[in-house]
């Protein structure tokens, strides 16, 4: 198991930018792949995106691609989001979350066993 705190969550304008971080301890965090989800009230626990274990491969979902950028960093056990253009719709809790999910289940939440407690990021229009 690994612990994860994220932070870098607020409140912006449209077409602003935030950067989120996600810290991990007590496991060994190479062995995981990494991803971010978020979740607006009333709605579902929503895919944003992936990264392997080893760095080399990302995921996005369609609504984030081209705008969102999720990077790790092994030797400081950390992941990070970079989110440009942000637009309201993007306003959600943003999770972190860690696991070993097979290739075609990389965008299910129950493939994922250790979460953080999540950050709000909001963004007014």
């Known amino acids: 198991q690994v612990q994860l705190v994220e932070s870098g969550g607020g409140r912006v304008q449209a077409g602003d930018s935030l950067r989120l971080s996600c810290a991990a301890s007590?496991?060994?965090?190479?062995?995981?792949?990494m991803a971010w989800f978020r979740q607006a009230p009333g709605k579902e626990r929503d895919f944003v995106a992936a990264i392997r274990r080893s760095g080399g491969h990302t995921y996005y979902s369609d609504s984030v691609k081209g705008r969102f950028t999720i990077s790790r960093d092994n030797a400081r056990t950390t992941i990070h989001l970079q989110m440009n253009n942000l637009r309201p719709e993007d306003t959600a809790v943003y999770y972190c979350a860690g696991g070993t999910p097979i290739l075609s289940a990389l965008r299910r939440s129950d493939m994922y066993t250790n979460w953080g407690q999540g950050t709000q990021v909001t963004v007014s229009s």
């Open positions: 007590g496991g060994t965090f190479r062995n995981y792949d």
